[in-house]
């Protein structure tokens, strides 16, 4: 019994002294978190206090420290002489003991979380979790596991972290921590661990949500948002350094504003109205090919996650309507689709997503990372997608072995790409909406490209200045340099290091040339009857017509066979070789 207490109070001590780890003096009020890697402490003031001297109390905090000295200057009043970014000043401290502890200290203006424990991919565990502001810090229980897909592997060392921070009786804790941003428990810190510029995804996902369409039930819910916000910051695990993270909200209920289930219905059941899935990985399902039976039990189907309501809230849980969403999209008849495909799916919203996938070559996102979304099913039926996860874009693979692939440079067409394991990758409500051009779907997306290029929010230099804002972030505030030692010539990347503006150099030369593809030969305005897509009708558009309906079509005759069907009869036939010969002859 006797052993048993000492080794429960031994445990207590422990926690209590790893508690106060992370705080054993403070800087004018703002914490401190050691980076055991490399012996240095990292404070977060605001960024108004760089360049310039830095006057500060330092305090002795807690118990394990009786007294600190900077540079050699004694706890009290000291002057931090011209804070910069990286730039480092020599910490001693005094513990209880009468030991001395020597190290470092460094500044920063971006937010720092700090967490304490055991973190898995399988569960949520509580940590210990103090986040240190600019303007002041924050200390929760927060519950935490690794989240994503690729990367959620011990074959990964910079890993993604799924938080949820709650208060002392285990109830879930909203958090404010950016002036933008929502108020919520629930938050994602994403690694950029296969980007070596470590800011695509933040770029990729502002943009997206800077230009696209609101969802179709915006005049219901004019603050949904159909992507996720959030600002960099710096990451301390269990006392090392993990670099820089993305902080953004989750996609959920509450970002995209879907209509809340009822917890008591007419006959005492919950009453679903709004619904939410993500295509987690990639299947046949996910990218509409096939259907197959579901089962309302489990929150899973075919690689499809139910996002909203938790199968603990409404169980059992109801995929009937992407159940037909998918069945709509795999078997409906040339017709069937034509007619009723913008009563299924928010064709505005699939318009700004084609751009999109094109635009940044997103040859990852096909069958997965893509959200669905229903309003209010008691409403209607109509489906909306959201965005999730463009960090493997702009000529970059998700594979570390080949990381600027010859199969993605930017003079090629995304969607008729011929890239290794292919497999008819392209998603089959793209291709179905594209052949068959619904509502004129083709003519609406490149019209729209082009009002997008002409407004200036896609050109190379307002695509290039999203990325200079966070790089210069970082490099103002020492966390570039600190990124850059903490993974350099990691395994995450085949070897390589993070590499900010050789990586930047790389995306603009790529972009420049991608959006000079895309206004020639993909969101060019079509000519009826240029099957070729050269700009005008001619003899060759009367060959490939010939070879398309003997059987011989061209490459991604697939999908672009609204090209050949001139006559809109939804079917390529001797109709359109007559209405292309009348066009050329006129």
Known sequence: MKQELFK?????????????AAAQFTVNGHGVVLDQRSNTFLCCIPQSCFGSDYAATVTPVGSTWTSVSIDGNATGNITFAGVEPGKKWTVQGIKWDGSTVDAQITFTFLP??????????????????????????????????????????????????????????????????????????????????????????RVLTDLWLDFANKPYYADKEPKALNASRGEMVEVVRNGIYQGVYNMCEAMDRKQMKLAKFEEDGPDGQPVIHGQ??????????????????????VDTWEMFEVKYPDLED????????????????????????????????????????????????????????????????????????????????????????????????????????????????????????????????????SERYRQLRASGILTVDSIMARFDHYLNQLAASGAKEREYQRWYQTSDL??????????????????????????????????????????????????????YLLGYPDDGGGIYAYRYDVARNLRVDVADLNEIINIILK
């Not at 994503?148 to 074959?155: H, L, P």
């Not at 939410?276 to 039990?297: E, G, H, L």
């Not at 008729?416 to 409500?429: G, K, R, W």
């Open 314 to 445: 409404v169980s059992p849980t109801d995929f009937s309507l992407l159940h037909d969403l998918v069945d709509f999209v795999a078997n409906s008849s040339n017709q069937d689709f034509d007619a009723h495909a913008a009563e299924r799916m928010d064709l505005p919203v699939l318009q700004d997503y084609c751009i999109m996938l094109q635009l940044l070559m997103a040859y990852d996102n096909f069958g997965k990372n893509i959200y669905w979304s229903v309003y209010d099913r008691e409403q209607g039926t109509m489906m909306t997608p959201s965005v999730w996860d463009f960090d493997t874009s702009l000529g970059q693979s998700w594979k570390r072995e080949e990381y600027h692939p010859s199969y993605l440079t930017p003079d090629k067409d995304l969607f008729t790409l011929n890239a290794p394991n292919n497999s008819d990758h392209v998603d089959n409500f793209i291709k179905r909406l594209i052949a068959l051009d619904v509502e004129g779907f083709n003519a609406k997306t």
């Open 112 to 201: 720092v979380i700090s967490f304490t424990g055991t973190v898995d991919k399988i569960a949520y565990h509580v940590c210990k979790t103090t986040v240190l502001m600019p303007s002041h810090d924050i200390t929760s229980d927060c519950k935490i596991k690794f989240r994503g897909s690729t990367t959620n592997s011990s074959a990964y060392n910079k890993r993604n972290f799924h938080l949820k921070f709650i208060d002392s009786d285990g109830k879930k804790r909203d958090m404010k921590f950016f002036d933008d941003l929502r108020n919520d428990n629930n938050w994602i810190l994403d690694a950029g661990t296969l980007d070596r510029i470590r800011i695509r995804n």
């Open 494 to 547: 085949g070897g390589r290091s993070v590499e900010f503006d050789e990586e930047r150099a790389f995306i603009a030369d790529w972009l420049t040339k991608r959006l000079d593809y895309l206004d020639k030969n993909i969101f060019n305005e079509h000519v009826t009857g240029d099957v070729n897509n050269d700009g005008k009708v001619d003899i060759k558009d009367v060959n490939l017509t010939i070879n």
């Open 8 to 20: 429960r109070t031994l445990l207590a001590t422990m926690v209590l002294l790893s508690m106060h």
């Open 276 to 297: 939410m899935w993500k295509a987690a990985n990639r299947s046949q399902t996910t990218k509409m090919n096939t259907v197959s039976d579901y089962d309302n039990s």
